[in-house]
């Protein structure tokens, strides 16, 4: 089995079960990959969650960035991400945010947490970016509210059980962004 594969089947698992949930003989089980195979690979458990986080990180940037490229203008493109979040949280495998989980699952100090903040500034970053080019002279705070729905509804969505918090957040984008 690939590191691609025990990357995937490890996914899963901290996705769905939570990374504390999850040992290295539950990622052995799932994989057939020997323990020791696991951590001459990734050292440890810890190793293995940054190789999740930094993968998952990457994936779902991308796959944002791509809705979001998908419009012409600064205002469809900040309203995209909403779009893009409603799709995400009626995925049958919707199970929240895995930077916001692994965040709160990780020690202080641990590079889980150093990668679950980078995360959260790569997305306000993107943010800013498009909130800047609709509005240079109010974008920083624009971007600063945009990412209170983003992240209010990521919450909402998970913890409340309620997938349609992405539509009613992007109604209140909408307002926001005039």
Not at 25 to 39: E, F, I, P
Not at 131 to 152: F, K, M, N
Request: charged letters at 30%; glycine letters at 8%.
């Amino acid at each position: 089995m690939a590191d691609a594969d025990v990357l995937d089947a490890a996914a899963r698992l901290f996705y769905q079960e939570g990374i504390r949930n999850v040992g290295m003989d539950r990622v052995r089980d799932a994989t057939g990959v020997s323990l020791k195979r696991l951590y001459r690979e990734f050292g440890s458990k810890e190793g293995l969650v940054a190789a999740y986080l930094r993968r998952r990180d990457e994936r779902w940037t991308q796959w944002l960035l791509g809705r979001i490229a998908q419009e012409k203008t600064p205002r469809t493109r900040l309203l995209a991400i909403f779009d893009a979040l409603d799709e995400w949280f009626h995925a049958p495998d919707f199970a929240g945010c895995a930077f916001i989980r692994a965040y709160a699952e990780a020690e202080d100090g641990s590079e889980a947490k150093a990668l679950a903040r980078q995360h959260k500034e790569r997305l306000a970053e993107i943010v800013r970016r498009e909130a800047l080019a609709l509005d240079p002279v109010r974008g920083e705070e624009l971007a600063l509210e945009l990412l209170l729905l983003i992240e209010g509804a990521m919450v909402r969505a998970h913890v409340g059980g309620e997938p349609q918090s992405a539509r009613i957040a992007r109604t209140a984008a909408a307002r926001l962004i005039g």
